[in-house]
């Protein structure tokens, strides 16, 4: 029973390319969030999705980025123009959302993705 | 605006000692309260959790205190062993209307060292 994947786990990019970074939540999640950690942090809420929805991106910086949790495949998030701020950890986590259960606050999350901006 | 604060960034502990860390919350809203570890280059690692209708939660060697009124939390680890070492995150979210979005707003975490 794999846990949260996510990949790649480190990535390198230059000022102004674009990156991706790729979920795949445990399976019979249909959950996800993504968290951003910045050094010397704690994470913090960027955007939650369900399939095919954004139920909540309040975290998520106006421009530049963006996500999407398709039908089928990962989740992606998205990040345009890269700039060294962006360099940071990012992890996202799923649950199994049971309708008025609180076991849905249950967040497993994945080991990340270190993304550098040079 | 840190609505979910670690105020110790470190502690340390000697093995079989109890190790306390605590956490206090501004929004009074949350109604739903988790711990995390996270070892480095790793994700965070569920511990435990309390809903606001508890005021304490136990599993095995961990065990968690709600104080609504103060709006702090603790994470009581007993006896503490030298795996315990790790950075320990609190968050904490807020149920609405009955449901969960499951956003949850973290603290700055706090460097917990076992030394055997």
């Known amino acids: 029973n794999a846990g949260v994947m996510q990949n790649p786990r480190h990535l390198v990019r230059r000022r102004g390319q674009e990156a991706r970074l790729r979920c795949s939540p445990m399976k019979g999640h249909s959950h996800v969030y993504w968290y951003r950690q910045l050094p010397e942090e704690g994470l913090k809420f960027m955007v939650y999705l369900q399939k095919e929805n954004i139920i909540d991106e309040s975290g998520m910086p106006k421009e530049r980025f963006s996500a999407e949790f398709p039908k089928e495949g990962p989740s992606i998030l998205r990040i345009q123009q890269v700039v060294r701020g962006d360099s940071a950890a990012y992890f996202c986590a799923s649950s199994f959302f049971f309708w008025g259960l609180l076991t849905s606050d249950e967040q497993f999350f994945g080991p990340g993705t270190r993304l550098t901006v040079l | 605006d840190q609505q979910v604060k670690q105020n110790s960034p470190s502690l340390s502990v000697q093995e079989g000692r109890i190790s306390i860390l605590n956490c206090d919350y501004t929004?009074?809203?949350?109604?739903?309260f988790l711990w995390y570890k996270k070892y480095p280059a790793e994700g965070p690692t569920f511990l435990i959790s309390?809903?606001?209708?508890?005021d304490k939660n136990e599993d095995g060697r961990f065990t968690v205190f709600l104080n609504k009124s103060a709006k702090h939390l603790s994470l009581h680890i007993v006896p503490s062993q030298p795996g315990d070492s790790a950075v320990y995150f609190c968050?904490?979210?807020?149920?609405?209307?009955?449901?969960?979005?499951?956003?949850?707003?973290f603290g700055q975490g706090t460097i917990l060292t076992v030394h055997p």
């Open positions: 929004n009074s809203m949350f109604d739903y």
């Open positions: 309390i809903s606001s209708i508890k």
């Open positions: 968050a904490a979210s807020a149920n609405a209307g009955g449901t969960s979005y499951g956003k949850l707003t």
